[in-house]
Structures are given as structure tokens and as C-alpha cells.
């Protein structure tokens, strides 16, 4: 495969498991039998728990988890009693407890997912590692650099993950590719807007306290893709931040990222604008568009637009269709087959602190008004 003359110059300096992403990629969506392993043996699913019933989880992620033969969905908890035997009779999880604790102290349940409230990542993490479990967290997997950390001693005993969906779609894993082959020439800029309108006092993602906010909410979703498609870390960032006055949340968030050897990622993320995401990847002979970059429909088709740059008018466009797909799944599956030691863990402890290390220097930049290093 050609390599562009950015990557030759400056090289890729994420870890090696980024590029080469062992995982089903592109096919059609069903739920396939495990694969078999070196001794011919059929994968045996992973039996998985889960912490708390946030709508996340309900509507998105477990539907996506259970069209899967690699995950098994044996239980669920919440604080309340009700509510877990609700949330498990809805989706046919046969177990339901009325405390984290009890979950945690199930000795069949392998691995857990866990897409608690921001505050609550690190701390539920924690004790579901001291439980022997390994961990699918929800992002953004902690407040800060320092606080991931704490996470580093449990990931050497367990398997640790945040959750960014996105990195296993095909959309995103195509668009790479693409790039890597010099189909737009030297990748420069990472564009990024992503929005929603939420106005809600009582919602999670409105209380500044404990992890609200636009950029630790959806921001991480543009920074995930700087990283991602420019397979470096950046050097240094600068935010222009607009809080509401009654939250304290930041719901206009503006960033400027700069990897270094001319390329940047900026972005715009917002909780009080028209719901809206598209991601623009900008090279020098090229150009490629990602429609729905982070919610992209489960279970559907999905389209990368290819600008030549041959015309303004957008003549020079085509459009690649990609077969149905949910990225939910394929992450479960990914997670699972790592536990089960069919692959690599692809994303670690040491991946998602140095995203957290990107948010920390914006939040940095938030008060000191310049550029910060990362």
C-alpha cells in the first residue's frame, strides 16, 4: 500500500495495534456463529454484565450486543430493584439485581459494560477489575489524564476499554483506508462539526459537576477522529468555550488541534444547537465526507462522498456505499474475541489517557487563553 508523503516524513506515531484493527469489518449485519480458534473449537461467548440502565445501553448498545453469537447478555444492575427487572425483561437479560455490588459479585459474568454517568467510570471500573472482569467503559472513560491513570495497574489484570463505537464501522475503517492509499493525497485537516439541543436540568450531560458538558460529551468524538485518521497524536490545542450561565456546562465548545508537520483537526461541538454531524477529511488531491460520523443508523447502509476537487460545484463527487452494518455490535464482538484471546486487545488504558490528555489541555486553554501542549 502507498504511503502518503505525510506519513513519510512525520510517520504514525500511535501505537501499532491502531493501524492494523483485527476486527469483521465490512459485511453484512447478522449475527454469525463465534469464529473458530487454532484448535478448531467454536469461540464460546463472552458472558457479559451490565452497570446501570441508561438509555445509551437500552436502546442502542445491548439490542447491538445481543444480534451477536459472540456476546452473551446475562445480567443486568441498577440501583433500583424495578427498574433492572424492567430493564431486563424488556430485553430478555435473564438476571436482574438491585445493586452494582451484586452484579460484581456474580461469578459468571466475564466481562462488564459499563455506561454510567461520567464521574462513575473510573470508580465502578475499579471495582468491576477488583471483581476479576474485564471492562467495556463508556467515554469518556474518566474527568481527566490523572484520573485514567488510576487505571493503569487494574488494565494490567484485566482487559480495559473505552468505548468509541465509531473506530469499528466500516465508514470510519474504509475512510482510513482510503487515506492510507493516497486516495486524497496528504491528509492536512480534519474538519468536525457535531451538535445537539439539549436543555434539560435534570439531564446528566447538563451537570457540570459530574462530567457535563459539549466537549466531554461529543468533543472526544472529534479529537477520537484526529487521532484516527491522521494515526499520530497531536502536539498542542487552543478552545474558545462558551458556558451556559445556569449549568456551568460548556455548550459551545471550538477547538484548533495541531499534529504537528502541517496537519490540524478543528472542530465546533455544541449541546444548545441544531442537531447536526459531518466530518470533512481535507488532502491535498482530495477530499472525504462522512455523513453521520458517530450515529450512524444501525443496521443500514452507510455512504463515504469522494470529492476530487475537480469542481466547486461538487461535480468531482462520488459516492461509495457501504453494506449494513452497527457499530455497537461490532464492538461487543471486538471486546469479546479480545477476552477470549482470538485477538489483540485493539484500544487500551494508554490509548484513552492520551485522549483524556487532549481535553485537559483544551480545558487548560479554556482559562489560560492560549495555546496549550498536550
Known sequence: MPRSDAQSACGRDLPAAMPGLPVRGIGPLRGTLPETSQSGEMMKPVRWGVLSTAKIGLQRVLPAMQKSAYCDIRAIASRSADSARRAAGALGIPKAYGSYEELLADPEIEAIYNPL?????????????????????EKPIALNAQQARQLQAASGKVLIMEAFMVRFHPQWLRARELVRGGGIGTLRAVQFLFCYSNSDPANIRNQADI????LYDIGCYPITAGRF???????R??????????FRTDRLTSALVDFGCGRHLDFTVSTQCTPYQRVHLCGTTGRIEIQIPVNAPQGAKTALFIDDGSSPSGAGIRTETLPESDQYMLQGEAFSRAVRGEISLPYGIENAIQGMGVIDALLRSEASGRWEEI
Open 229 to 235: 485518521f491522521f494515526e499520530a497524536e497531536p502536539r
Open 211 to 214: 462530567g457535563g458538558g459539549a
Open 117 to 137: 454517568p461520567n464521574h462513575l467510570h473510573v470508580p465502578l471500573t475499579l471495582q468491576a477489575a477488583a471483581a476479576g472482569k474485564h471492562v467495556l467503559c
Open 237 to 246: 490545542g487552543i478552545a474558545l468555550i462558551d458556558r451556559d450561565p445556569d
